[in-house]
């Protein structure tokens, strides 16, 4: 039977496969490692208040990277090139989600109105990032190799997303309401082709390294276009929402240092 945990399990039990995954993940959370730590340097005057928040959140990002990469180490496997097909940050960057790379890379105050687009940007992936984990933790959280790095990086990425809730609703309240609408429904449509394009293309390295038969292959990719179908006629609102989280000043302390036997 064709399952989501008997798939993660083929391709974790798979050293190449695995060297992939992992290496892809590690690559984009370093990525989003590096774009909060530039953010974070160049938040607006009046809203400095940030600048620790969102220094936090790149600590996150920094910290899941060197989790994956150390989950590589311990199996005796290093990493592996991300095709820049599967790369989900610089394909999101490209897409015109989030700030440009550009932007980042200049010594130059944001504006408000950056950061309101980066909290939007990160609400919609950080939704997604944060399904992603708690999918893989209702799987392997008891793992003996994997269990304790599923569940820190679960519940950072929940806490991300509760950070972005709680700070877009307070830029909302200061009468940003209409620009964080329209950006989140710009984001969600550019992310859910994103994500799609990304998890074809993911599944057709797998496929290849685990030597899938082409019905299985063809399986998979109809259940990624039916994601996307559902998602583009209205799934994507669950990105788009904004509630007060139960989660209060979630990014409010320092960051929770990784597993020492990762």
């Known amino acids: 039977m064709l399952s989501a945990k008997s798939l993660f399990q083929e391709i974790l039990d798979h050293d190449e496969s695995f060297a992939l995954f992992c290496s892809i993940a590690a690559s984009g959370e370093s990525q989003g490692g590096w774009e909060n730590a530039r953010i974070a340097a160049l938040v607006p005057e009046s809203q400095r208040d940030l600048a620790p928040k969102i ?4 600590a996150d990002e ?3 990277g060197r989790i994956f990469n150390a989950l590589l180490k311990k199996r005796g496997l290093d990493p592996v090139p991300v095709p ?10 490209r897409n015109g989600i989030g700030l440009a790379h550009d932007k ?11 950061i309101v687009t980066y909290l939007a940007h990160s609400r919609v992936t950080e939704q997604r990032a944060s399904e992603q984990m708690e999918l893989l933790r209702k799987h392997f959280a008891d793992h003996p190799d994997l269990g304790r790095a599923v569940r820190m990086i679960s519940d950072d990425e929940d806490n991300h997303l ?3 809730h709680e700070e877009l609703l307070r830029f909302a309240y200061a009468g940003h309401g209409r620009v964080i609408q329209r950006t989140l429904r710009e984001c969600a449509l550019a992310e859910i082709r994103v994500y799609r394009d990304v998890s074809l293309a993911v599944m057709a390295h797998m496929g290849r390294i685990l030597g899938w038969p082409k019905p299985k292959a063809a399986l998979l990719a109809a259940g990624i276009h039916a994601v ?6 209205g799934g994507r609102r669950r990105m788009v929402s904004l509630r007060m989280p139960e989660r209060r000043d979630a990014l409010g302390g320092p960051a929770t240092p990784e597993p020492e036997a990762a």
């Open 55 to 58: 220094t936090r959140h790149g």
């Open 62 to 64: 920094d910290k899941h």
């Open 84 to 93: 820049p097909e599967t790369d989900y940050t610089m394909l999101l960057e």
């Open 104 to 114: 980042l890379k200049r010594d130059e105050p944001l504006t408000v109105q950056d």
């Open 162 to 164: 509760a950070y972005c």
């Open 228 to 233: 996307y179908l559902y998602e583009r006629l």
